[in-house]
Structure formats: structure tokens, C-alpha cells
């Protein structure tokens, strides 16, 4: 389903042409509660970057959704060294900025805001940093077509008619109906999350994404 038809199939179900910037707004709303809502095997990509010394703070792409796994990397040895995820509280008190001892090659990460991570311990020289990731797709409304319209288009439709009808304050019968097939049709991609899919993600491949920048990024 392509975003032509999914607007059409929502205009169908609820008998009612919608501004385009209102039904945008139900499609890409619908779009953000399913990715927050399950991790996707197929919707996962690696970046590499640079990681720079005396600073722990590390970007992140703009399409992060969430980690998979966060790997420091020597330049010289070429070790990979996978960072423990750790709350940021744990990597402020352990690892001090008015203490030089304390610089050395990264174990831990946190998420500090939605753009960058902390690092644990602050790095004592130069790194390169690989980042497996969940990403965010370009939406429908954008690219005309979508990973969700090809794979699991009635997740979509319900998702968007869903959000139309609380919107608009529609009957609690329409929201209920609205909200089951939604949940039905969640079913599907939850499998697939829960690595219920038959395809191999390790023999098909990642896209790898190298990325430049003199402050640490990725």
C-alpha cells in the first residue's frame, strides 16, 4: 500500500475527506506509536564515527530509535570493546569530570538527552565507535511508499484510522473497532520483533553508514 491508497483507504473507512495536513498528521502519528511500540529485526542499520578524546558526550544519528549494541573500537589494535548500557547518574558519579585518573577506553553508556549519549569512563585518546541501531524509516507521507505500507499495511491503516477517530472525538464503538484491528494486526509485527521472522538478519546483511565529524558522533 502506497501513501495514494492509504489515504484513500482511510478516507473510505471513515466517509469523510480530510484536509491533507490532517490526514499527514493521523499517518505519521500512526507511524511513531508502532515504532515505539516494537523493535524491528529489518529496521536495523549500523553507523561508525569517532569518538574523541576528553569527551564522553558521543551524537547520535537523527534516525535513532534505539540501541542494539554500542561497540569502541581501538584504531591500533582494532579490538572491539561492546559498552554496558548504565543509567546516566551511575556514569556522572563514577567517572568525574575534575578527575583526569578517570580517563580511559569507555566500558558504559547512557542515553543523556535524545540526540547524545554519556560515556563511562571519558576517553584518554582517539576511538572509532560502531552503532547498531534501530532506526526510525522515512515516513510514508515523505517517500510515497514505506517498509510498513509494503509489509504490514493493515498495521497502518488501522493505526491511522485509529488516531482519526480520537481526533475527532468519534463514538466509543468506532474507537473500540478501530483499536481491536489494530491490536490484531500489531500481533503480526510483535512476531516479528520477537525474531518469529524465518530470514536470517545475520546472512542478509546491515547497512553501513560511515559517518565524519570532529566532535565525537556517530
Same mark, same amino acid.
Do not use: C
Given at each position: 500500500?502506497?501513501?495514494?491508497?492509504? $489515504?484513500?483507504?482511510?478516507?473510505?473507512?471513515?466517509? @469523510?475527506?480530510?484536509?491533507?495536513?490532517?490526514?499527514?498528521?493521523?499517518?505519521?502519528?500512526?507511524?511513531?506509536?508502532?515504532?515505539?511500540?516494537?523493535?524491528?529485526?529489518?529496521?536495523?542499520?549500523?553507523?561508525?564515527?569517532?569518538?574523541?578524546?576528553?569527551?564522553?558526550?558521543? &551524537?547520535?544519528?537523527? *534516525? %535513532?530509535?534505539?540501541?542494539?549494541?554500542?561497540? $569502541?573500537?581501538?584504531?591500533?589494535?582494532?579490538?572491539?570493546?561492546?559498552?554496558?548500557?548504565?543509567? $546516566?547518574?551511575?556514569?556522572?558519579?563514577?567517572?568525574?569530570?575534575?578527575?583526569?585518573?578517570?580517563?580511559?577506553?569507555?566500558?558504559?553508556?547512557?542515553?543523556?538527552?535524545? /540526540?547524545?549519549?554519556?560515556?563511562?569512563? /571519558?576517553?584518554?585518546?582517539?576511538?572509532? +565507535?560502531?552503532?547498531?541501531?534501530?532506526?526510525?524509516?522515512?515516513?510514508?507521507?515523505?517517500?510515497?511508499?514505506? %517498509?510498513?505500507? @509494503?509489509?504490514? *499495511?493493515?498495521?497502518?491503516?488501522?493505526?491511522?484510522?485509529?488516531? !482519526?477517530?480520537?481526533?475527532?472525538?468519534? @463514538?466509543?464503538?468506532?474507537?473500540? &473497532?478501530?483499536?481491536?484491528?489494530?491490536?490484531?494486526?500489531?500481533?503480526?509485527?510483535?512476531?516479528?520483533?520477537?525474531?518469529?521472522? #524465518? #530470514?536470517? +538478519?545475520?546472512?542478509?546483511?546491515? !547497512?553501513?553508514?560511515?559517518?565524519?565529524?570532529? #566532535?565525537?558522533?556517530?
Amino acid at each position: 500500500m502506497n501513501y495514494t491508497e492509504l $489515504v484513500a483507504a482511510i478516507q473510505s473507512y471513515t466517509e @469523510d475527506e480530510y484536509p491533507t495536513a490532517d490526514v499527514n498528521l493521523f499517518i505519521q502519528q500512526a507511524e511513531e506509536r508502532i515504532f515505539n511500540s516494537v523493535q524491528i529485526p529489518d529496521l536495523r542499520k549500523n553507523v561508525t564515527g569517532n569518538i574523541t578524546a576528553g569527551n564522553k558526550y558521543l &551524537n547520535v544519528p537523527s *534516525d %535513532w530509535l534505539a540501541t542494539f549494541s554500542l561497540a $569502541v573500537i581501538d584504531t591500533t589494535t582494532n579490538e572491539y570493546t561492546y559498552l554496558l548500557n548504565k543509567d $546516566v547518574n551511575f556514569i556522572r558519579e563514577s567517572y568525574p569530570d575534575t578527575d583526569d585518573a578517570f580517563q580511559k577506553k569507555p566500558e558504559y553508556y547512557a542515553v543523556f538527552d535524545d /540526540t547524545t549519549f554519556i560515556l563511562g569512563a /571519558t576517553p584518554d585518546v582517539a576511538y572509532s +565507535a560502531e552503532l547498531h541501531y534501530y532506526y526510525y524509516p522515512q515516513s510514508i507521507v515523505v517517500a510515497g511508499t514505506s %517498509w510498513l505500507g @509494503d509489509n504490514f *499495511d493493515s498495521t497502518l491503516l488501522y493505526g491511522s484510522l485509529l488516531e !482519526a477517530a480520537t481526533y475527532l472525538k468519534a @463514538d466509543a464503538d468506532t474507537i473500540t &473497532n478501530y483499536n481491536n484491528r489494530y491490536k490484531e494486526a500489531m500481533d503480526l509485527i510483535q512476531n516479528l520483533g520477537e525474531g518469529k521472522n #524465518r #530470514r536470517d +538478519a545475520y546472512r542478509s546483511g546491515q !547497512a553501513r553508514i560511515p559517518v565524519k565529524g570532529t #566532535r565525537g558522533t556517530v
